[in-house]
């Protein structure tokens, strides 16, 4: 598929639907509805795709794609139905819109799996070319947390997508209400999108998601940042939202990878808030570039002055050209004679 194709088939969420073809947010209230209905048995029962597709029910849908209803009618799959997959017959998308997963949260979630059992079915999309896998269009964190607790197979959803744009926005709407999208996972995912052109600016990009371009830009200044500096910020969800994030890829940009990172403590231990760090690294910026103060010199030789064992001051050489003579307490004749004597021993023309 083109990337033209992808990108017309990409498309924002109006406030009144009137397109015949059904939007991201369309999709997934049909699938709760298909999935709430638990008074019909077609929809309550959980099966096992065999290699025979053992499947007991099918409907039609006139809006479904060819694939998807050629597929549906040799399996007999009835649209909304859950299944159980085996795990290893579900591969990534490359249009997967979560990016980082946290080691710790998968672990716990996999604890909580294997207390409670999987209560959300993740949704897949099928691999026409290679009949009985799967791309896995939403439930990620699920796959990985089953596969931690070395579970075998999944509760799914197959959805009619295809595997392009569209199906990105489709898990894009889900982890959006979820609260479960992060502004490092929009980072590295749409930086993609404009690097292998499937959107020819952000302004597109923008449009495409609904959202403001303003977003956008924000986000792709963050993608600016090694993954080292976005995962320490991760750890941290609450701190770290886009406009802090966005502070910190301004200041690593400047500093590096080290002072960003001790930024980023910095914010935590202190509980320092967007304008708070607006303002440290404005100060930063400005006293780089003025002028620094020079370092003082440290001498070579010092040799103390004393006069009936009380010392006065000392003499200190520095370099190979420079003497300083410091010396306190003398009575106001001894000054006298002492600089009368320094005096005249310039004056015999020592070469300077």
Partial sequence: MKSTQLARGFRARPDVTTSEKKTSLERLNTIDTWVKQKNNPDFSKSVVINK?????????????????????????????????????????????????????????????????????????????????????????????????????????????????????????????????????????????????????????????????ESTVAVALGIAKLPEIIMKEMLTRPDRFGSNMAYQVARYHSEKGVNAALKLINKIVANDLSTRQVADIIKYKSLSSNMPQPLRRQRYKQRVEIKVDGVILGDLKLYGDDRLELKLKGLVPKKRDELLTKIEALFSKNIKC
């Fill in 52 to 212: 025979d597709n053992d499947i007991q029910s099918r409907t039609t849908n006139s809006r479904e794609s060819a694939a998807y209803a050629i597929w549906r009618t040799k399996t007999e799959y009835t649209p909304g139905q859950i299944i159980l997959l085996p795990l290893k017959r579900i591969k990534p998308s490359p249009f997967n819109p979560r990016y980082f997963y946290l080691k710790s949260s998968i672990q716990e979630l996999a604890i909580n799996l294997a207390k409670q059992g999987q209560q959300q079915a993740i949704h897949v999309i099928p691999d026409y070319q290679n009949p009985g896998t799967f791309f896995l269009s939403d439930g990620g964190r699920r796959v990985l947390a089953l596969r931690e607790s070395n579970q075998e197979s999944v509760k799914a959803i197959v959805v009619d997508l295809p595997i392009g744009i569209e199906s990105y926005k489709f898990g894009y709407d889900l982890n959006v209400q979820r609260d479960s999208q992060t502004v490092f996972d929009n980072a590295i995912i749409w930086q993609r999108f404009l690097d292998q052109q499937y959107f020819k600016s952000q302004r597109e990009l923008a449009e495409n998601l609904g959202i403001d």
